[in-house]
């Protein structure tokens, strides 16, 4: 599968963007979808997934304040991000997941397949 992330951009603390994630293939309905995030000098961080049923789960720092859902009519995943702050600003990444993988989905290593990222600046 091939992921391409878009939607990222600068906005001021406080403010709202949302992500949207576009998945090649007929079996995007089939994986569990994930956003991450990279900070600069920083390891690549959870920020939360959505399961095949749409369940999701959430890194601490965003519950509350983000939020992810997809559309498999459209083979697309969203995050949205509202309440956003200075410390949300990176590179996010979304993500499809491993076949037969059996650990964690807070952990990169669930996922296969990245998008390219796209850049989400928050100014204070």
């Known amino acids: 599968v091939q992921l391409q992330a878009c939607g990222g951009g600068l906005v001021q603390a406080g403010g709202s963007l949302r992500l949207s994630c576009a998945a090649s293939?007929?079996?995007?309905?089939?994986?569990?979808m994930g956003w991450f995030r990279q900070a600069p000098g920083k390891d690549r961080e959870f920020v939360g997934y959505?399961?095949?049923?749409?369940?999701?789960d959430y890194a601490d720092s965003v519950k509350g304040r983000f939020t992810i859902s997809r559309d498999n009519a459209k083979n697309t995943v969203y995050l949205q991000m509202n309440s956003l702050k200075p410390e949300d600003t990176a590179v996010y990444y979304c993500?499809?997941?491993?076949?037969?993988?059996?650990?964690?989905?807070?952990?990169?290593?669930?996922?296969?397949?990245w998008g390219q990222g796209t850049q989400v600046t928050v100014s204070s």
């Open positions: 993500a499809a997941d491993r076949p037969y993988y059996s650990g964690s989905y807070s952990s990169v290593e669930g996922y296969d397949y």
């Open positions: 959505v399961s095949r049923s749409g369940a999701t």
């Open positions: 293939g007929r079996t995007f309905s089939m994986y569990i």
